[in-house]
């Protein structure tokens, strides 16, 4: 479970995520997954990593899986290659990134091409 490395290492919203899995199963009253119950005795123990004292690193990576999730769904919602230059019916330069651009660009969100193509390049092995 990655989410349980993350919070170990000190990144918050994972530490929160995971805390509030931990409760929901024992109110439930059901058993943790082992990697979840491996890491709540590490957090009872207090061998927990400090918390990260910058939110940008974070933010950053939340920010760049949200990114390679909206590109991964844009590939197969419209059958386009996530990064290749294949040509629409306008003859315009077409892929998911190029369309995630746009659309992040729309909403005011200032992420560039060259970076969306680097987090695909980062993260597209997951999918």
Known sequence: MDLTNYARVGWK???DVCQELILQYEHDN???????????????AGSLMPLIKSPKKEQRFLQEIACAILIHDIR???QISPT???TSQHGELVSACRVLRVALKAEGIAIGLPALLK???KYGRLF
């Not at 059901?30 to 009872?44: F, H, N, S």
């Open 76 to 78: 197969l919602q419209f």
């Open 119 to 121: 987090i695909w390049k």
């Open 84 to 86: 290749s230059q294949d």
């Open 13 to 15: 919203s994972a530490r």
């Open 30 to 44: 059901r058993d943790m997954p082992p990697a979840l119950r491996a890491y709540w005795g590490e957090w009872t």
